[in-house]
């Protein structure tokens, strides 16, 4: 599609600064706690991104994806820890696994569709998210989440001057997502999985099975969710059954709203906006208390959910197609005056 | 036997409270379409305008001051809902995702405004004294609370089938529940309708939730989380659009989690969402829910 | 003396180009019949005319616009209108099924249950219990009750058992002296027998207008509507 050709420039670009800030000591970006914020930024890019797949190029609302990124974390630390295998053999299994768990859930759950099948993924999810955050069978250390046993993690992992590692890593996952994805939807399957979102009666009429491609989408999203896992685990160093809940699936589906469906870099810049900005809101609301604001206002102020939400109603009812939609929008009314221009001359 | 008397009635009330919740939810959800994630607001808005009502308004725990403060809870969640709906809903019009999305954030902005004004810390409810009586029935000793509870969603229930069945609006209702295009074709603007479920929708989740804040002790920004999603559950089981779907689904759940949490600690969650699963993927209109085309 | 009239109306669906400037005009106290193949946009049409597909070009009833007006007003103007797929509530009783269609402040219960006896005696069924043919008397009943400008009728005969037919047909005869009706019908027999004024559409547009007399030639038959006309 056309859309990859203007995308590709400007990821080019933020991909470029970014790599190379941290090695050349840019400003800002050597600072090892900007690094670290970044680097779980753009796992929430990826992340998103995966769920976009889902969501806007398969047209499958559900409620419970945040289960296979938290059960990337939950088997990878598993395994580190209890299994005694070093990281990145216990990553690939927990990523292995997680792919035929997410082929199980998805074939349950795709005999269902739209709102059913969003409740039944909400069920799924809510079942790991307790099975994790009540601790069955003693793997998961409940509530107050599984640190990961720092022994087994490879040494440039570790320890606040080797951040910038950390910060690679964010990043090279996020590339590898983001090309995966951009195979997947390129390719003839996934010209399927946008048939079917735009008319299953008339996709099937093609006599393609529905429900094996919708699987296949859903099978990848989950896979490439819990390769995104691994490495948030490995970055914040520990999991949480937060990452499991459906408030988290909720937030993802936020962060593609906010950035835009199906143009994969507003996904991408969706989820690192949300990221940043429930982490850097606070901040700026205590600006806000300083200046004698009053505190009708400074109270929600801090909260990032007031600001996020508001932005978020606003694109909804405003402006369809988040971030990615304003700028292509933008940059047609631009073409169109430029062509008007050049055909008065 | 004392135990299975015990569980049983706690398992019924707790399953009211669901039925508050749900009620709503499955009437929006059949009539309009809107998967409304702004419901666990509702229920919040509710217990704060009950706990404002009760603390600055009586200033007793009168067992009249609690009952007049539940209602008015119940009023200020239903007027909340209505101006959620002329505000947002109604502009959003057939758009079912987005619907579906703006009560997401309709739910992110109140909680965060909420919790901005009032804190996330657990505000004490007053009760009327009694509430923490028991009654025996045989050798069980059962919370008198409950009973309240079960009658509060009895009265409810009660009060939504009358209006279906014996109004004009309630007709209007149940068969825009089955063909919307159909009713506005008869000449009927639907719209009044919807309006008039958002309004009783929200009632019940206000009166809900400050039963709910008395069931937990208190009123927070935060109380709705779970109930909101048993909610879900209890309105899929039951079949979107039928009321007394929702009130067998509720009594269903209701019991069903005590019970397993009685012999097994814990797990009462899990089943239900196992059960959920199991009567999605065998019935998925649920148990009362129509067959959509 | 024309009720409804339609200038140059156009609809698209999903991007297809559905009616292409449908123009006529409905004379008062006749039946029309709007006959055309299958898959012409006989019934979008109707759609179109109760606001319930979007539109283009000018729609108006007794003098007045109601092109662009929301359907429950445009209905109110004095539209009685029966959909294709009859569209009754199946979970409602019979008995609520025609309440719910009330408007008049003296709907006309007897004109209803004089022409279909049968409903009278099952108001407290389910609709969705009733057989096909009861269904559509249902449908048909729900326009009767109120005092209309028009009655807007799509394929009241279609699925219908033959003796059905007959019935129905039957009481559209009985109503049709005294009413203005748009009626959709692939049946000819039914056509000639109730229909004053036919119209004839394809792909979109209305190709022919006048006399159903012209029905009696089956070369024009067959040029205009195909084989597709059925006879019985
Ligand atoms: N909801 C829809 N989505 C897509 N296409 C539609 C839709 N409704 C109608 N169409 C198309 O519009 C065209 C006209 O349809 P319409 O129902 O008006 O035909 P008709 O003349 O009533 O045919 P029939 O005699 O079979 O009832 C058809 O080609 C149909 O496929
Ligand atoms: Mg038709």
Redesign the pocket.
């Given at each position: 599609m056309l859309r990859w050709k203007y995308s590709r420039p400007l990821l080019g670009l933020l991909i470029l600064i970014t790599a190379i800030g941290p090695a050349i000591h840019l400003g800002f970006l050597a600072e090892p706690g900007m690094q670290q914020t970044l680097a779980v930024a753009f796992l929430y890019g990826a992340l998103a991104l995966t769920y976009d797949l889902l969501f806007g190029f398969t047209g499958l609302l559900s409620f419970g994806h945040a289960v296979f990124f938290a059960s990337g974390m939950y088997l990878t630390a598993i395994f580190v820890n209890s299994a005694h295998m070093s990281l990145f053999p216990a990553a690939a299994i927990a990523i292995f696994i997680t792919s035929l768990l997410a082929t199980a859930v998805g074939a349950a759950s795709l005999r269902t569709t739209g709102i059913t099948f969003a409740m039944v993924t909400l069920a799924f999810g809510e079942a790991g998210h307790i099975i994790i955050s009540r601790n069955f069978g003693n793997f998961t250390n409940g509530e107050n989440g599984l640190a990961l046993n720092a022994d087994r993690v490879p040494s440039f992992f570790l320890g606040v001057a080797n951040t910038r590692y950390l910060f690679w890593l964010a990043l090279s996952v996020l590339a590898i997502t983001y090309f995966a994805i951009w195979w997947v939807t390129q390719s003839s399957a996934g010209k399927v999985f946008q048939a079917l979102r735009d008319n299953e009666v008339r996709a099937s009429v093609l006599g393609l099975n529905p429900f094996v491609y919708k699987l296949l989408a859903f099978m990848i999203a989950g896979t490439l969710a819990s390769i995104v896992g691994c490495a948030m685990l490995v970055i914040s160093g520990s999991a949480s059954p937060r990452f499991a809940s459906a408030e988290t699936t909720i937030a993802l589906l936020l962060m593609v709203i906010l950035g835009g469906a199906v143009t994969r870099w507003g996904a991408v810049i969706g989820g690192i906006l949300y990221s940043l900005a429930s982490t850097r809101l606070q901040d700026f609301s205590k600006i806000a208390t300083q200046h004698h604001i009053p505190k009708v206002l400074s109270g929600p102020l801090s909260e990032p959910a007031f600001t996020l939400g508001l932005i978020f109603i606003l694109i909804v009812m405003f402006a369809p197609g988040g971030l990615s939609g304003a700028y292509y929008r933008l940059r047609q009314s631009y073409f169109a005056k430029k062509s008007r221009k050049a055909e008065t001359e | 036997m004392d135990t299975f008397v015990l569980i049983s009635i706690t398992g019924v009330g707790l399953g009211a409270l669901y039925f508050l919740v749900a009620s709503g939810l499955s009437l929006i959800y059949g009539l309009m379409g809107v998967l409304n994630f702004a419901h666990g607001t509702f229920l919040v808005v509710g217990a704060f305008v009950g706990l404002w009502m009760s603390t600055q308004v009586f200033h007793t725990n009168s067992t009249f001051a609690f009952i007049v403060s539940m209602i008015v809870g119940g009023i200020g969640a239903g007027i909340f809902a209505l101006i959620m709906e002329q505000l947002l809903i109604t502009r959003l019009y057939n758009r079912h995702i987005d619907q579906a999305l703006v009560t997401v954030g309709v739910a992110l902005v109140v909680g965060a405004v909420l919790g901005g004004w009032f804190t996330n810390d657990l505000r004490l409810l007053p009760t009327p004294p009694w509430f923490i009586n028991t009654v025996t029935i045989g050798k069980a000793f059962i919370p008198v609370d409950r009973f309240l509870y079960i009658l509060t969603a009895l009265a409810l229930l009660g009060i939504f089938v009358g209006i279906l069945k014996f109004t004009r609006i309630g007709l209007i209702i149940r068969a825009g529940v089955e063909n919307r295009t159909m009713v506005t074709a008869l000449g009927i603007n639907v719209k009044r309708a919807f309006s008039a479920v958002f309004f009783l929708g929200g009632f019940a989740a206000g009166v809900g939730g400050v039963l709910i804040a008395a069931y937990q002790g208190g009123v927070t920004p935060l109380m709705a989380g779970s109930w909101l999603i048993y909610g879900f559950i209890v309105v899929v089981i039951g079949g979107m659009g039928s009321i007394g779907g929702s009130a067998v689904a509720a009594l269903l759940i209701g019991i069903t989690k005590q019970f397993v949490n009685y012999y097994i600690p814990g797990l009462g969650d899990f089943v239900v969402v196992i059960l959920l699963v199991a009567v999605l993927l065998v019935r998925p209109q649920g148990l009362f829910g129509k067959v959509s085309a | 003396m024309s009720v409804l009239s339609l200038k140059d109306v156009h609809v698209y669906?999903?991007g297809?180009h559905?009616l292409r400037g449908v123009t006529f005009e409905i004379p008062s106290n006749k039946v029309t019949a709007l006959l055309?193949?299958?898959?012409?946009?006989?019934?979008?049409?109707l759609k179109a005319i109760m606001g319930l597909r979007q539109s283009t070009g000018e729609i108006t009833l007794d003098g007045k616009s109601i092109h662009g007006k929301p359907t429950y007003q445009i209905v109110r103007t004095g539209i009685g209108y029966v959909p294709?797929d009859r569209e009754i509530f199946s979970m409602l009783s019979v008995k609520d099924n025609l309440n719910i269609a009330v408007r008049d402040s003296e709907p006309n219960f007897d004109l209803v249950y004089s022409l279909f006896p049968e409903l009278k005696t099952r108001t407290a069924q389910r609709a969705g219990t009733l057989s096909g043919g009861q269904q559509q008397m249902v449908a048909i009943s729900r326009a009767l009750l109120n005092r209309n400008q028009i009655l807007l009728i799509d394929?009241p005969t279609k699925g219908l058992a033959p003796k059905l037919v007959t019935e129905v047909a039957e009481s559209l005869a009985r109503v049709a002296g005294e009413s203005t009706m748009l009626l959709?019908e692939?049946n000819l027999a039914l056509v000639k027998r109730v229909a004053e004024h036919i119209l004839i559409?394809d792909q979109g547009k209305i190709i022919f207008q006048g006399e159903p007399s012209h029905l009696e030639d089956a070369d024009f038959v067959h040029s205009m509507l195909g084989v597709g006309g059925r006879h019985n």
């Open positions: - | - | 669906i999903q297809s559905v055309g193949r299958n898959g012409v946009g006989k019934s979008t049409t294709e394929e959709v692939q559409m």
